[in-house]
């Protein structure tokens, strides 16, 4: 959405309503309710029986499983014919970029790393962390041409996803994606090209800071960015796609910062150097600051007022700077904390196009191809990508080095992603799942959510009001209103009493096999599920 304003954005941030301001942790079992709201936040779309599995676990027991190590994924596998050096069903990973089979590998890798978030290996932050530090440290598919180097910058994510972020920020420096996106890989000595550094200030640690001057900032200088591209130059990426330290094209002279960082110098270090630069700016406290912000932003709301700066972001970014930048216990303490479990801030936050999406696929139990038929099982990934991508969410591609603006576009943030171009294509992704099914080309069976399996997850389903709390209290994240449930009522009995929903469904159980009872039933289901995923509240996490 462009930046202009007009009627109907805000022009000002929404003010919350006052709330718990406390990061002490949210004390008993969490309950349905509670749990439903952390795995939303932390996963994509929260299932009946994740729900019912982690509601008995306190706040931080449920964290500490969250945050449980996970096994790296299976790479992804070719899944289009034409690949004349790696077989369907083969990996390509290790295999040297070839542009010719570009297509066919980035569709490959694409619908891979979807079918992570749809299908994780367990339930886990790990793949919202993933897509965070994406969001993060953007490279984008387009101009990082090589699939390889995106597959070893997935992998890279991955692994310090929930690890420690200096480390991540040294990594990401010299990773070969990286190095092709913001042309490290043409820094050199005698003629430094200074974009990685100033998106390693600007963007990836520290920021900006208010404006003092033309060009420089409350946190570094022009100056600052012109040296610290001294400092990284001579990183190179070389034939077996591996970065590696060019000494020759290096700039070996002492390299002077301004007085925001104590004019501190760094001198020659080869390969060492960019170390130094990255310790420099995890020296100075705003580093965490920045991160903690950007955190809050992602899992809990978009609105940093003075309250929720000095008694939320502070103590966190203490906590951030003190465990030398480790995040798991930033995570813990904020995704446990009372102030995360306000009951102001449930379903204050609108569902960007993978959380709408997948979620929608999770939450409504649908059966969807499995490796049997790899090549209709990417093909069904890549249908999900294309909607996301209609949504405005390409993952892979997010539209500028600064990632998706509903990250950090003020004042309208997640309300972004709801607009008159998006809006058509949740409506068409939600008619596909639940009204009418949908088959692809390369796909061997409809898919499409089925309602039946939606109404036993009710203790009664013939109870149209157990039947319509369990689902309603499964896709929206606050309870539905009395004007919905007469809405949904309507939809399932006709108008006619709650007893005739008991006396319709126990026709349909006694009698299974006569179609047009089931069928009355499966369309009452159908209509009534379609409805709820229909509405506002669905939006809303």
């Known amino acids: 959405m462009d930046a202009k304003k007009t009627l109907y954005q805000n022009h000002s941030q929404p003010k919350l309503k006052s709330g718990i301001l406390s990061l002490e942790p949210e004390t008993g079992q969490l309950g349905y309710d509670k749990a439903k709201h952390l795995i939303n936040r932390c996963a994509y779309g929260a299932r009946h029986s994740e729900i019912d599995f982690l509601k008995t676990y306190t706040a931080e027991e449920a964290i500490d499983f ?12 070719s899944a289009k014919e034409g690949d004349e050096e790696v077989p369907i069903g083969e990996t390509w990973v290790t295999t040297k970029y070839n542009s010719k089979y570009r297509g066919k590998r980035i569709y490959s890798y694409l619908n891979w790393w979807l079918s992570q978030l749809l299908h994780p290996i367990q339930l886990s932050l790990s793949e919202k ?55 490290g890989n043409d820094n050199v000595n005698g003629a430094p090209n200074e974009n990685y550094a100033r998106e390693l200030f600007e963007l990836f640690t520290i920021g900006k800071g208010p404006l003092i001057e033309e060009g420089n900032y409350t946190n570094y200088t022009e100056h600052d960015i012109r040296e610290a591209a001294k400092v990284l130059t001579g990183w190179k ?33 080869n390969e060492n150097e960019y170390k130094d630069l990255v310790n420099m700016i995890f020296q100075k406290k705003e580093t965490a600051r920045f991160i903690v912000r950007k ?105 500028d080095v600064a990632g998706w603006p509903a990250y950090y576009l003020s004042p309208q943030f997640n309300e972004i992603w709801i607009n008159s171009a998006t809006i058509p294509q949740k409506a068409k992704l939600v008619n596909a799942v639940v009204a009418y099914g949908f088959k692809t080309s390369k796909m061997k069976e409809r898919v499409q959510a089925d309602p039946f399996t939606m109404a036993y997850l009710a203790n009664d389903p013939s109870d149209i009001n157990d039947l319509i709390s369990t689902i309603t209290g499964i896709l929206f994240p606050m309870p539905a209103t009395d004007g919905q449930i007469a809405i949904f009522k309507d939809i399932l009995n006709q108008g006619l009493p709650d007893f005739e929903w008991r006396i319709e469904w126990r026709a349909y159980v006694n009698n299974p096999d006569d179609e047009n009872q089931k069928n009355l039933i499966k369309n009452r289901l159908k209509n009534f599920i379609e409805r709820v995923v229909s509405m506002a509240e669905y939006q809303l996490m």
């Open 66 to 77: 969250l945050l449980q190590p996970i096994v790296l994924p299976s790479p992804p596998l």
């Open 129 to 183: 962390m993933v897509f965070f530090w994406h969001n993060h440290f953007v490279i984008e598919s387009d101009v990082v041409r090589n699939v390889n180097y995106q597959y070893q910058y997935n992998s890279l994510l991955r692994s310090q996803a929930l690890g420690n972020f200096k480390t991540l920020v040294e990594e990401v420096t010299i990773s070969t994606g990286m190095l092709k996106y913001l042309n």
């Open 237 to 269: 990426i070389n034939s077996n796609e591996e970065s590696w330290f060019n000494a020759s094209k290096h700039d070996t002279t002492d390299k002077t910062f301004s007085t925001i960082y104590n004019n501190q110098v760094i001198t020659n270090n």
């Open 295 to 399: 955190l809050y932003r992602f899992f809990v709301y978009y609105q940093i007022d003075e309250e929720i700066e000095q008694d939320i972001i502070e103590p966190l970014a203490d906590l951030f700077y003190d465990n030398n930048y480790d995040i798991k216990p930033v995570l813990k303490k904020l995704l446990s904390s009372q102030h995360f479990y306000d009951e102001n801030l449930k379903g204050c936050m609108i569902k960007n196009p993978l959380e709408f999406s997948i979620g929608m696929f999770r939450q409504l139990e649908v059966e969807t191809p499995d490796d049997s038929d790899i090549i209709a099982q990417y093909h069904f990934w890549n249908y999900i990508n294309n909607s996301t991508r209609l949504q405005d969410l390409f993952l892979g591609g997010p539209p």
